[in-house]
């Protein structure tokens, strides 16, 4: 069955980095394009970016465009995402998900949580 | 960037009343629409896509209408499972953004 597992959250101070990651299986990863999507403490939903099934196409959202960098590793079945220069308004739980050719993003991981806090 | 309104904010019913949720973009987004369920510590599942195609394993008592700016999300009779917050989002442009939620909750 499909899964998707995130990785990677913790609790960091202002102005640094981390770097969150997405297991996939249960699917050809490859074949996918990927999003993450966040979600502050008792918010709603926000699109942070996305990637193309090679990895070529990158979309952010203004709000962490020049900050964050979404990439894959198809050969590990692997989304990542390198969040620099982080601020307290970037935390929120992560969530990463499947798009399905473009319509929408039928599977979700079950999130990480990244707090900025010093 | 396409701002998505919904409506409204929070919607009291009982089980077995019909739900009707809105949601209204600032521009055009063709028929590119979603709608999202989430439960609390629960991550978001797709309910229904491209304005009016429910997901797989979606009860057909949910249904999705509309086109161009304004969409509504139906829930015809509601079970004690459906109580949740609803999404829309939308994929007609980037940036692709959400809208804020409608809280379904037992009256």
């Known amino acids: 069955q499909v899964q998707l597992v995130e990785f990677g959250g913790g609790v960091v101070q202002p102005g640094t980095s981390l770097r969150l990651s997405c297991a996939a299986s249960?699917?050809?990863?490859?074949?996918?394009?990927m999003h993450w999507v966040r979600q502050a403490p008792g918010k709603g939903l926000e699109w942070v970016a996305g990637?193309?099934?090679?990895?070529?196409?990158?979309y952010y959202a203004d709000t962490v465009k020049g900050r964050f960098t979404i990439s894959r590793d198809n050969s590990n079945s692997t989304l990542l995402l390198q969040m620099d220069s982080l601020r307290a308004e970037d935390t929120a739980v992560y969530y990463c998900?499947?798009?399905?050719?473009?319509?929408?993003?039928?599977?979700w991981g079950q999130g990480t949580l990244a707090t900025v806090s010093s | 960037e396409i701002v998505l309104t919904q409506s409204p904010a929070t919607l009291s019913l009982s089980p077995g009343e019909r739900a009707t949720l809105s949601c209204r973009a600032s521009?055009?987004?063709?028929?590119?629409l979603a709608w999202y369920q989430q439960k609390p510590g629960q991550a978001p599942r797709l309910v229904i896509y491209?304005?009016?195609n429910r997901a797989t394993g979606i009860s057909a008592r949910f249904s999705g209408s509309g086109s161009v700016t304004d969409f509504t999300l139906t829930i015809s009779s509601l079970e004690p499972e459906d109580f949740a917050i609803y999404y829309c989002?939308?994929?007609?442009?980037?940036?692709?953004?959400f809208g804020g939620g409608t809280k379904v909750e037992i009256k």
């Open positions: 989002q939308q994929r007609s442009n980037w940036p692709l953004t």
């Open positions: 521009q055009s987004v063709s028929h590119y």
């Open positions: 491209d304005t009016s």
């Open positions: 249960g699917f050809t990863f490859r074949n996918y394009a």
């Open positions: 990637i193309g099934y090679d990895g070529r196409n990158k």
């Open positions: 998900a499947r798009d399905v050719s473009g319509t929408a993003w039928d599977y």
